[in-house]
């Protein structure tokens, strides 16, 4: 029965860990696969982090940072598809530039406005994203099995773990039902034959970088006023990019890439748990092991080991129309 | 329609690259300006702070030593078409090798360490790069995910192994044992005191000039020598470089382990020069500056060499800013970098079309006037 608790603990724990890694993985799948490589999620989560503890701080309501956080990735999405889309620059290279633009911009703004070494201020509880307990989530939890799954592991997580499960679907539906998935599918594999029939590439392209930055702007307001009270200098500590690794791993769709972030996201909320655990048998778990484990799974799966990922064709190619 | 003519060289390798960063300089002063500070008085203390006094040019030339090696290691991999971005984890276990030899062949004499220590820096370096050209090259996985994957695992390894197994007995701070005395890289102003000139200490040493050296070696290699040849080739491009007869996944394979190497260098100047020791995180982000150092040098390593002092110029004078200013950190230095990559590397075309429409517009007025 504890080791039953323990494994609820855990999964509990691996939700709010996945969360950010979901909502960042599905905004790097908009952008690639509509052609447009999005290194910068690191830089843009750092910049909606950032955004959404300031203003949820001068305004009080974790709702209007969360529209601030979304309102700067756009911006910073914009500035990525102002680079690689319209003047064709290269899109690794505009991902890297935002990415350290924004690990500088954040910390010097921070302490230029709150003098507090770049740490925004604490954030109080009506300036925060609280859990939601589901009904009756109390008077179950004493029933057998089912109750702590319901009153702990699915009760009791804030709006946004919730809206990011729910994005999975729904971007598969977008993806995979609409006409614009269809095309945004299309402009990153023929760009050319989009054209062809009559679609702008270069409008097509903005509009996925724009869904791109949206999402990535809810996982930078999720862990700055839904995980964490504050925003802390380089608070995603590579998270934006362990999400661009479960995107890889995910091969660019919206299930594969979910599960992918539930397993690293299970393996950061386990290493925090081994700390120090010698098991029977293998004895201390290294923990550095576990952290690297994403990367190195990444790598394997690139090198073709367990599948293949293939990158949407014109990944990484700025379309330039024939005249 | 009038015939675009091509920009002739010194706009696009002077003007135009010029242009980039004059822009990203101005957003850095409207960035200062919007913090409520005085960008005129930003700039003093920067240049002060990097060159006004003696001990300053030898810390400035000191980060100036490691920007170049990250920058030509970044240049080299970005001739043969390839991005590594993992400088930063290729010179971090680099430092290992540094480290390892340094300990472990303690007994051999300074000027035998000398070479050593270069290759152990190499070997480890290239090592690191081997894998992500390998899969490149053979398994079709793109270089830049796995060099950012790899800078990951070189973290966590290096975090292990300093806190397991270099960590000396009886220490809490994860960080391998001191160097021994006779194998650290000599200060520049040690040097300069046995010949008798007095110079202020600075971390400065003899790493410098390994930099200069290799940075002329370096372009020998890329613009004299058959590789050097081959690897441009397959850079421009691949199919033409097959039909060639050139193997494309080979010069892949070469050209990312020297950039590797280039890397590791940088812990000749950070392990054997300064710290003389192995430190966690060392590297500090100078393999990402590599990136802003070789874009703005336009992969030249003459280029690079100045664009390095530049660099080296910032983050002196960076440090300098944060003491004078308390409202603005050395996080401006960070933004500045950021800036330069933005419009020197991501930007590099903005003004192209609008250069070519001015200096096409000049020259055919220019024709009219001299077939007038």
Known sequence: MENFELIILLLDATLRTSTPLILAALAGMFSERSGTINLALEGMMLGGAFSAAAVAFYVGSPWVGLLAAIATTIGLSLLHGFACITHKGNQVVSGMAINILMSGLTALVGIALFAQGGKTPALDKASRFQPITFPGAESFRDVPVLGPIYSELLSGHNILVYIAFLAVPAAWWVMYRTRFGLRLRAVGENPGAVDTAGIGVVAMRYRAVICSGVLVGMSGAYLSTAQGASFLQDMTAGKGYIALAAMVFGKWRPFPALAACLLFGFLDAAATRLQGVVLPGIGEVPVQLVQALPYILTVILLAGFIGRAIPPKALGRAYVKER | MSKAVELPRWIDVGVLPLLNLLLALVVSALLVLAIGENPVEV????????????????????????????????????????????????????????????????????????????????????????????LQARRGSHVVITTIMFNFIASSLMVYLLVNVLRPQGSMTPESEQIAEHLRLPFIHDIAGALGIEMASSPLNLSFVYAIVISVMIWLFIWHTRWGYAIRTVGANAVAATYAGLEPGRFIIIAMMISGALSSFMALNEVMGVQHRLLIDFTAGYGFVGIAVALMGRNHPFGIFLAALLFGMLYQGGAELSFEIPTISNDMVVVIQGLVILFTGAMEHMFRPRATKIYTAWRLRRDAQEAV
């Open chain 2, 43 to 134: 700039v003093e203390i920067l240049l002060f702070g990097a060159f006004g006094y003696e001990e300053a040019w030898g810390y400035t030339l000191y980060y100036t030593t490691n920007f170049i090696f990250t920058g030509l290691a970044f240049a080299v991999a970005f001739h043969c078409g390839l991005f590594n971005i993992g400088a930063e984890g290729q010179a971090y276990v680099g430092g290992l090798g540094v480290t390892l030899a340094a300990l472990y062949l303690d007994f051999l004499p300074f000027p035998i360490m000398l070479v050593v220590s270069m290759l152990a820096a190499m070997i480890f370096g290239a090592a690191w790069a081997y894998i992500p050209a390998y």
